[in-house]
């Protein structure tokens, strides 16, 4: 099965297996590829040899297809999976007739060169395979194709102007503010003193300020 109607010649179709990734985990991490993953197919390959585009910071994407038998704790996978390899993956994960699509962006470890550290990954949520309307533009360059698609996971079409990097940037911010934000409403519930409380409401309002303006601007 295909979300993205790409062109014959990326097409790979290679079942890639499970204890492919046995060098990268513990006995723990080995029973929840057993547990969570069915398979996990490479279905296509995009590259200059492929589809005629290059990319100054990404030279490839590989789209994997995962089947799961369980939701739970998946993410932890997909991370040990981007980490192991180093070019970009879409991984679409079906779990019965539910679909999700994820795309980290990464970097080459600086000391280790068999491992990728992962800034920051682009989801959809889980969604009925009847709805799931992302589409892989292939124009301009992989580096173009990979940042349109980070767009769409984020739903967030007002950042079309902003790099790749400048998206991590901002995503991570919204993140630490609201982790931040929630973290100042359960100390003023917990908070007795009325002087504290006037300072926590204060510093809840400048970081919610903050916030609204990192998802307008």
């Known amino acids: 099965m295909s979300f993205f109607n790409l062109p014959k010649q990326t097409q790979v179709n290679k079942s890639i297996p499970k204890n492919a990734f ?58 040990i999976i981007d980490k192991s390899i180093p070019y970009h993956i879409i ?9 999700k699509i994820s795309i980290a962006q990464k970097h080459l470890h600086p000391t280790n060169e068999n491992n990728t550290v992962i800034d920051w990954t682009f ?12 589409q892989l533009n292939l124009k301009g360059t992989l580096d173009s194709v ?9 739903g967030k079409k007002e950042d079309v102007d902003l790099s790749l990097n400048e998206l991590v940037e901002k995503e991570s911010q919204i993140e630490k503010l609201e982790k931040e934000i929630n973290k100042l409403k359960s100390q003023i519930k917990r908070t007795k003193q009325f002087n504290q409380k006037v300072e926590l409401n204060a510093l809840l309002r400048q970081r919610e300020m903050e916030l609204n303006k990192n998802h307008t601007k």
């Open 123 to 134: 989801k959809s949520e889980w969604l009925n395979k009847d709805l799931i309307k992302y």
């Open 22 to 79: 046995d060098s990268y985990i513990n006995s723990k991490q080995k029973k929840l590829f057993v547990d969570i993953i069915e398979r996990i197919r490479w279905t296509n390959k995009l590259s200059v040899e492929t589809i005629n585009l290059e990319g100054k910071e990404i030279s490839e994407i590989q789209i994997f297809e995962v089947a799961l038998r369980q939701k739970d704790n998946i993410e932890k996978l997909l991370e």
């Open 91 to 99: 991984f679409v994960l079906n779990f019965e007739d539910q679909v």
């Open 146 to 154: 990979i940042k349109d698609f980070c767009i769409q996971l984020s």
